[in-house]
């Protein structure tokens, strides 16, 4: 399989070796599991089935996922054993299948929703920096779009996350989401379709998280945002002094301030929040 899902387009045969995302085209996942961090109207009371893939396109130099994103912990798994796990997920109760950072396996994802659709929605949690033709791929098999909107600036992205165009890119693939998945709610308020805009708070970076929101108010009015304050320094986050903390207060006060003025729908993450506690088990490993 010669690889261009995402936008860093590595063109590698996957078949013979790793693309830039540290995968081959095997399937790899290091757990599954219900899962209660999410957003409200996608963990709901029973948990959202979430199932989280090793490797990863963007090598976010924080990432909370390191071990998995970068180290290549996980299993390799077959489309079959995949499409098992989304039925033994659904038995357990799940609110919905919550595919997080699907984005370098969507080849074999498909094949596995193909033997097995669950009667649940299909969540695509991704970093958002993806391509608008893998987008529309994906989106015959999916419910949800649940993307990050992580920068604006590209001196941060490069920085950061090693992809200058990744405002570029993900602005593009977000909007081409809202345009495919209009937003559906059942009675107890669980979104069964539609498009939720992640934004996590980095230190340091409040102007841009402030550029980002009145993005969303101009191009997004009627769409979900989750602000979150969960920013804990990991990974590699101690190469970066400016990063290597927790936001203050006044840094969060500053971005909820924003989110508040320009009347934006959605869900505001505790400051709190911020914690290691977030960081799965991986024990599929």
Known sequence: MICS??????????????????????????????????????????????????????????????????????RTITPNKLASIFKELEDMGAENINLVNPTHFVKGIIEALRIYKPNIPVVYNTHGYENEETINEISKYVDVFLPDLKYIDEKLSLKYSKCKDYFEKTSKAILLMRKLKEDKFDENGMMKQGLIVRHLILPLCTYDSIKIL???KDNLPQTKVSLMAQYTPYAKASEYPEINRKITKREYDKVVSKYLELDIDGYVQDRESSSTVYIPKWDFV
Request: hydrophobic share 30%; aromatic share 12%; charged share 25%.
């Open 5 to 74: 899902l995402c936008p860093r387009k590595c063109n590698i045969d996957r078949t013979k070796s790793s693309g830039y995302c540290g995968e081959s085209e095997d399937i790899k996942i290091a757990k599954y599991s219900l899962f209660m961090y999410e957003e409200p109207c996608i963990s709901g009371e029973k948990g959202s089935g979430a199932i989280f893939f090793s490797g990863c396109s963007l090598k976010c130099v924080f990432c909370q996922n390191y071990d998995i994103s970068s180290l290549d912990l996980g």
């Open 214 to 216: 009145e993005w969303i």
